[in-house]
């Protein structure tokens, strides 16, 4: 399975975008799950969904303004972002195949997308 990530772009602070994660090659099969990257910091977990779509989880400082969801049929997890924050820019990847469920580690994913750069400029 491979995870294309798409939609990130330049935006003003309190604008909204919505990431889309796609699956080929094989069913999205596992949580899915986003995490983002600032440069010269690490990689840190955003949000993460079940398989079902039944539950997410969320880091404290998008609760409220980024919603995780998904679409089985098209083999898709989405990101959307609301009330965008200068402190939001990174590069934001797409993870999938943790044996854990909802997990926020970055290890424990073993897949990844190439990952897609959001800018918010204030």
């Known amino acids: 399975v491979q995870l294309v990530e798409s939609g990130g772009g330049l935006v003003q602070a309190g604008d909204s975008l919505r990431l889309s994660c796609a699956a080929s090659g094989g069913t999205f099969s596992t949580d899915g799950a986003w995490f983002r990257q600032a440069p010269g910091k690490e990689r840190d977990f955003v949000a993460s969904i079940t398989r079902s779509g039944a539950t997410t989880r969320y880091v404290d400082s998008v609760k409220g303004r980024f919603t995780i969801s998904r679409d089985n049929a098209k083999n898709t997890v989405y990101l959307q972002m609301n009330s965008l924050k200068p402190e939001d820019t990174a590069a934001y990847y797409c993870?999938?195949?943790?044996?854990?469920?909802?997990?926020?580690?970055?290890?424990?994913?073993?897949?990844w997308g190439q990952g897609t750069q959001v800018t918010v400029s204030s």
């Open positions: 993870a999938a195949g943790s044996r854990f469920i909802l997990s926020n580690d970055p290890r424990d994913y073993s897949i």
